[in-house]
T-cell receptor, first 116, second 113 residues
Framework: EAGVAQSPRYKIIEKRQSVAFWCNPI?????LYWYQQILGQGPKLLIQ????????DSQLPKDRFSAERLKGVDSTLKIQPAKLEDSAVYLC??????????????FGPGTRLLVL | AQSVTQPDIHITVSEGASLELRCNYS??????LFWYVQSPGQGLQLLLK??????LVQGIKGFEAEFKRSQSSFNLRKPSVHWSDAAEYFC???????????FGTGTRLQVTL
């Protein structure tokens, strides 16, 4: 079974530029998560989708971050404009559990973003 | 809201020695508990999980963890550490009514030969 795929693996941009990350979850997984992991910290949930609907975006800085999952499969996370403090690893995870119950989340390799 | 504390930021053990990584959680009801491992430049890999039942949980790579409700703990153990176990370990807690996970800050394990 193929795992969670993410691209790109690394990205370096200047502050105020925009950047987008892509995630392809495990086939059949309805729930998809985006996490931000700052160096030295644990992952922090940014947004959670159930199919193509958002179920939790309370931690997403909506003035600069956006995410979509239009067809309920792939997802894109965008930052516009980027700030220095956005430098982090962005992890995508998926689960076959509904968002209303706890299941096992499977993580992709992450995208390491450096904002200069 | 749930929270997780991993008191040890960094631990060094010798290869072949036993290992215990500490995790304390805060949650009002029965928690769902996880241990993940992250190797440098990699995503998180699930080691083991506790949902209910037997409080001693076996995982991959020879790891086990014990859920102790009275101590609000879910410590990870391994009887004999291998050099390849060097990585960062994260404990996480999930609430029963939602699938959101809250992670601890992680413990970095260094293994000396």
């Amino acid at each position: 079974e193929a795992g969670v795929a993410q691209s790109p693996r690394y990205k370096i941009i200047e502050k105020r530029q925009s950047v987008a990350f892509w995630c392809n979850p495990i086939s059949g997984h309805a729930t998809l998560y985006w996490y931000q992991q700052i160096l030295g910290q644990g992952p922090k949930l940014l947004i959670q989708f159930q199919n193509n609907g958002v179920v939790d975006d309370s931690q997403l800085p909506k003035d600069r971050f956006s995410a979509e999952r239009l067809k309920g499969v792939d997802s894109t996370l965008k930052i516009q404009p980027a700030k220095l403090e956005d430098s982090a690893v962005y992890l995508c995870a998926s689960s076959d559990a509904r968002w209303t119950s706890v299941g096992t989340q499977y993580f992709g390799p992450g995208t390491r973003l450096l904002v200069l | 809201a749930q929270s997780v504390t991993q008191p040890d930021i960094h631990i060094t053990v010798s290869e072949g020695a036993s290992l215990e990584l500490r995790c304390n959680y805060s949650y009002g009801a029965t928690p769902y508990l996880f241990w993940y491992v992250q190797s440098p430049g990699q995503g998180l890999q699930l080691l083991l999980k506790y949902f209910s039942g037997d409080t001693l949980v076996q995982g991959i790579k020879g790891f086990e963890a014990e859920f102790k409700r009275s101590q609000s703990s879910f410590n990870l153990r391994k009887p004999s550490v291998h050099w390849s176990d060097a990585a960062e370990y994260f404990c996480a807690v999930g609430a029963g009514t939602a699938s959101k996970l809250t992670f601890g800050t992680g413990t970095r394990l260094q293994v000396t030969l």
